[in-house]
C-alpha cells in the first residue's frame, strides 16, 4: 500500500480526513505522528522538518481507535503517563491530572480501573492523557467509533472545544461525515491512495 499526500493545515485548523475503508487514513496519522515511515517528501511543522524525529520528539499527540488504556492502572494513573512515562509525578502535575480529568467529566473516579468504567467514561481518561501531553498537533483516529451516536457527538464536541482552547491543530479520521463536519473548519477527502484525491 501507498498513499500520496500533498497538503497544508494553518495552526489552530480542525480537518476531518474522510475517505472510504483501505484508503490509508490511519496511514496517514501513523505517519505524521512517527509510527509509520515516509519513503519520499517531508513533514513539516512550523517551518521545521520533522520527518526523522522519533514519535516523543514530534509535537503530536495520537489518540487511537481503543484508546490504549492500561487495565492494571487507574484511571488517574492512565492520564499521568501523558505527562511522565514513569509516573514519577510533582503534587503539581497530580493536580494538573485531576484537573484534566475533571475536565472531561470525570471529577472523583481517578482511582477507578478501566474495567468499573464505562465505554465513554474510558474514552474521556484517553482523552484526558491526550489533553496533560500539551501537543500543538492532535491525531484523532476514530477513538469514539463504538460509542453511541449521542456519546459520540458529546465526545467530538468536547474534543473541539478542549483543542480550540488550546490552539491546537486537530487532525480527526471518521466514517461519518456529519460529524466531522459538525465540528471541524474543513474536510479532506482520501481516494485512491492519495490526499487529497
Not at 59 to 88: E, I, K, S, W, Y
Amino acid at each position: 500500500f501507498r498513499l500520496a499526500a500533498d497538503f497544508s493545515v494553518e495552526h489552530g485548523r480542525i480537518v476531518a480526513v474522510l475517505g472510504p475503508s483501505g484508503e490509508g487514513k490511519t496511514t496517514l496519522l501513523e505517519a505524521i505522528a512517527g509510527f509509520q515511515p515516509v519513503i519520499a517528501g517531508a513533514i513539516r511543522w512550523q517551518g521545521k522538518d520533522i520527518t526523522t524525529l522519533d514519535p516523543g520528539a514530534r509535537p503530536v499527540a495520537m489518540l487511537f481507535q481503543d484508546g490504549n488504556l492500561f487495565p492494571h492502572l487507574t484511571a488517574a494513573r492512565n492520564v499521568a503517563l501523558g505527562l511522565r512515562p514513569n509516573l514519577r509525578l510533582t503534587p503539581a502535575e497530580w493536580q494538573t491530572v485531576e484537573a484534566a480529568l475533571a475536565r472531561v467529566g470525570l471529577a472523583g473516579l481517578g482511582a477507578r480501573k478501566p474495567a468499573a468504567l464505562s465505554g465513554g467514561q474510558r474514552a474521556r481518561v484517553a482523552l484526558a492523557r491526550l489533553m496533560v501531553q500539551r501537543r500543538d498537533i492532535v491525531l484523532l483516529d476514530e477513538p469514539f467509533a463504538a460509542l453511541g451516536p449521542a456519546p459520540k457527538a458529546e465526545m467530538l464536541a468536547l474534543v473541539a472545544a478542549l483543542a480550540r482552547a488550546r490552539g491546537a491543530t486537530l487532525l480527526m479520521v471518521s466514517h461519518a461525515p456529519r460529524d466531522a463536519r459538525g465540528i471541524s473548519d474543513q474536510v479532506m477527502c482520501l481516494r485512491d491512495g492519495r490526499a487529497p484525491p
